[in-house]
């Protein structure tokens, strides 16, 4: 393989680089030579069918899975390679440890801690990675919890909270580690109707009022479009089409899009 | 330090192979009986009486919880106290028969219980008897549950079986113990021992983890 | 002699050897929880240096019979320059044997934690082995529990095979009595009664207590 060369990304320039990423488990390519980038501050959607990629995105961006082909930088630095020379080379634990933190994930299946409560969930890592005291991280696990409205159920485990309420402890524990970017991955598919709504409002407000940055994929079209300042459809591995809400919901131009669009509009 | 002899170990080998022909049957016949008496135990537990039942469950939590080998002994030198005579091989068959048949029981209940409640309601639905709903509903679900506990036993009879050497059974053991005692060789005796239950134990447990798992694709259970 | 004149003469002997047989338990216990950790965690480990040893460790010891081990470590070691006591030889043998099957408790306890909770931990940024310790092992308790509840019941009753290398447990103690009594039935029927009453009346109440204490520890009781 050529030696990889690092690109310079300039102060103030995008927040996240995928630069020709490539990811495949054998013959079947879920990403192929992906380029996005991801200003600061902004709150970019992913939406396409099911084995478009999209979770693929937020996994690999998570380093929960490594990447084939390709460099993706975070915060100005390469992400999933460490420099080596005057070129890269595939990261080592301890080097993905030290820049991790920077990224949150929030999961489809929420993934909390069934044997730790609410609050226990937002405390753990903020003192065991960032060595926060337990004062310091219990204030500002409980900030977080107020937040997303688990104030009063801190002292819950997992299994006596609804799955919106869960997702929300989710939520509040990922912001705990105070990352740059937060992924949010298909958040409301597990839920139950009733409870998606509260879900959503605090992505709102995690939006409108602390401007983070935020990918989300997502199959919940009216929220996408209402929130995201970008929206990007997938196609095998590709993004076949972005734009803004308006420019991709009103006036697709890729066929692709078009039918994707239909079908999901027509469903509901 | 003992050197291991080879002209030592090709002298004995005969009379160690006869000794597994021994063990081997020990295990089978064992366990053949314990499949019987396993069954026995499982019906005995779901019969119309309540005091049976109870009876029964309580024998089977009595015989789980104590030493196989106490119960060999117990077997063996009671009997004759009754003026029964009980030989050594009739002794043994008869301990591990019951000793395993609590075991084989409570894999039988657990494969039946296994099967679910929707299997059974459907059958009421369907009007079918419930000797037709055993025979072509569930007790066809129930084997492929019960199957890796029921190899689980018969692996576990056979490595059991060394005990028999205690009351006298011509097995591996006994052999071993009377070749040392002969010969006053140990190492190639034991060595060889535990070298014949690895090298039967092993394909053994294999198969029988092949055997499941064509059993159960031959149900359609295709995610195990 | 009736059966009270029998419990008078002979319970006290009998009691002296359960005390060896629980001390014998206890001990090999402790060997074969040490010896399940480390090699079910080997077992899981995707560097061949520290699963292929424990792979055959464990294959190995469940492959062979106890009591084989056991006469193995008493009467061969020897040869081999290493003599130990039948308490040592017992608790080594029920030790290793028993830790075989452990590990693969251990393994499955392990494997069973869904791998949102990996993942969830890695997202979290915690290391490998703080997401052992405060993520993934706290979580296989109630997992693990029953099995090894099983276990540890099995290896109390396994402890009668160390009277045959003359550890002096309950029976050892046993055959001495009805060797010399020839009231078989009195003396081998009050050793299994005495078996029992170790496993029913104490070993099982308390593993299923640490299985509730567990099961409230994840918030599931």
Known sequence: MDTIHPQKIAQGGPLVRFADVTKSYGDLTVLDRLNLDIEQNEMVSIIGPSGSGKTTVLRVLMTLETINDGVIYVDGEPLTHMPKGTGLEFASEKYLRDRRSKIGMVFQQFNLFPHMTALQNCVEAPMKVLGLSRDQAEDRALDLLKLVGMEEKKDHHPSRLSGGQQQRVAIARALAMRPKVMLLDEVTSALDPEVIGEVLNVIRSLNSEHSLTMIMVTHQMGFAREISDRVCFFYEGKIAEQGTPDQLFDDPQNERTKQFLHAVLDAN | MMEWRWDFTFEILPRMLWATGNTLLAAGVGYLIAVVVGLVLMLGQRTPSRIINVLVREAVEFIRSTPLLVQLFFVFFVAPQFGIKLSAWNSAMLTIGLHFGTYLSEVYRGALEGVPKGQWEACRALNFSTAYTYRRVVLPQAFPIALPGMGNYLVGIFKETPLLATIGVAELMHTANALGAETYRYLEPYTMVGFIFLIISLPTAMGLRRLEAAVSRAQGNTHL | ?221
């Open chain 3, 1 to 221: 002699m009736s059966y009270w004149e029998f419990l008078a003469e002979y319970l006290p002997k009998l009691a002296s050897g359960a005390l060896m047989t629980i001390g014998v338990m206890i001990c090999a216990t402790l060997l074969a929880a040490a010896i399940s950790i480390l090699f079910g965690l080997m077992r899981l480990s995707r560097n061949w240096a520290f699963q292929g040893p424990a792979t055959v460790y464990i294959e190995f010891f469940r492959g062979t019979s106890l009591l084989v081990q056991l006469y193995w470590i008493y009467y061969v070691l020897p040869l081999m320059g290493l003599t130990l006591t039948p308490f040592v030889s017992g608790v080594l043998a029920l030790g290793l044997n028993f830790g075989a099957y452990g590990a693969e408790i251990v393994r499955g306890g392990i494997q069973s934690v869904p791998r949102g909770q990996w993942e969830a931990a890695r997202a979290l940024n915690l290391s490998v082995s703080q997401q052992m310790r405060s993520i993934i092992i706290p979580q296989t308790f109630p997992i693990v529990l029953p099995p090894v509840a099983n276990l540890t019941v099995e290896l109390l009753k396994a402890t009668a095979l160390v009277a045959l290398i003359s550890a002096v447990d309950l029976m050892f103690v046993a055959k001495q009595i009805n060797a010399t009594t020839w009231l078989s039935a009195q003396t081998f029927g009050t050793a299994l009664l005495i078996y029992y009453v170790m496993a029913r009346i104490a070993l099982i109440p308390f593993l299923r207590w640490l299985e509730v204490l567990a099961a409230r520890k994840v918030g599931k009781a």
